[in-house]
Each structure stands twice: as C-alpha cells, then as structure tokens.
C-alpha cells in the first residue's frame, strides 16, 4: 500500500504469522512494517487497529471460531476478510492437497524438491461466521462467492467481507 499513499503517511502494518514465518521475517522489519506470532501480541504493538485484512487463513488454522473472536475483540474500526472457505451448513473439516511449488512466490529453493502436501481446511459455516462478526460490526460488501460441492454439501469459497464497527 506504501507506494498509493503520501510520504507523510505513516503505517504502522503488523503482519500475525507462524512462529517460524515471524523468526525468519524480524530481518524483514521496517519503522512501518512488523510482525507477530498471535493477534494478541499484534494488538499489543499498536495503539488503535485502523483495518484488520485477513486474506485465505482462516481455514487453515486449528480453531476457527477462536481466531475470529480474537479478530473482533481486537475493535478495529474495519474488518476486511477475502478468500474465505465457507460451508452452507455446517463445519466441515477436510483436506486439501497442493504440490509445494504452488505455496509461495517464486520457484522452490534450490536442492528443494517438489512433493506433495496435505493440509487440514475448514470450511466454517457462513451463517456462524455473520453472527461473530455482526455482534459489532455492520457488513458493508460481500464479495461473491464460488460454490463448490463435498460429502452432499455446498460450499462457498473466495468469498469475503468488509466490515465497519458499529458506532
């Protein structure tokens, strides 16, 4: 976003990761740009949280509900989230299969080979994830989704929100 904004402008951007991502990340660290290894220790680091973007993580975290709580707890003005795994239904957990060269920017570390990963997805019912976040933000845009079906359900994926915090 730096290059879109006035050199006045100061952001003050934390980025939450993996403990491994945030270790390796620390040589990557500006006066506008850090990291953190939870949503706590980020909140911590700022003094008001302007925008909270979540972009394609929280189906891949152990407890879904969990990090959506801690999001809003976090009372950021806006909440943008995009690339959501969402279910009709109900919560259902499954997994995903990628090679490893399609998981980062970039061709593959040399003397890395290309293999198969397997990783858990939930895909977190919709209807549960609007109830979280309408208890203090009004949603402003939906973004479409892409409906996909598994085990007799429709699922909705690469859909998103942008929310403001209820005055």
Request: charged share 25%.
């Amino acid at each position: 976003i730096r290059p879109f904004l006035p050199a006045e402008t100061q952001i003050d951007w934390v980025v939450v990761e993996t403990h491994a991502m945030v270790d390796k990340a620390k040589a990557m660290e500006t006066d506008e740009l850090h990291f953190a290894k939870s949503i706590g220790e980020a909140k911590e680091k700022l003094q008001k949280v302007h925008l909270l973007y979540s972009s394609g993580t929280i189906q891949y975290v152990p407890s879904p509900r969990s990090v959506l709580r801690e999001m809003v707890d976090c009372r950021p003005e806006t909440i943008f989230l995009n690339r959501l795994a969402l279910s009709t239904t109900t919560e259902m957990i499954t997994t995903q299969e990628t090679m490893l060269s399609v998981n980062g920017p970039g061709a593959l570390p040399h003397g890395i080979e290309d293999r198969l990963c397997r990783y858990p997805i939930t895909y977190f019912p919709k209807h549960e994830l609007e109830k979280i976040l309408t208890q203090a933000y009004d949603i402003k845009i939906r973004f479409q989704d892409a409906k996909i079906s598994a085990g007799g359900q429709v699922m909705a994926v690469n859909g998103g929100y942008y929310l403001a915090k209820v005055s």
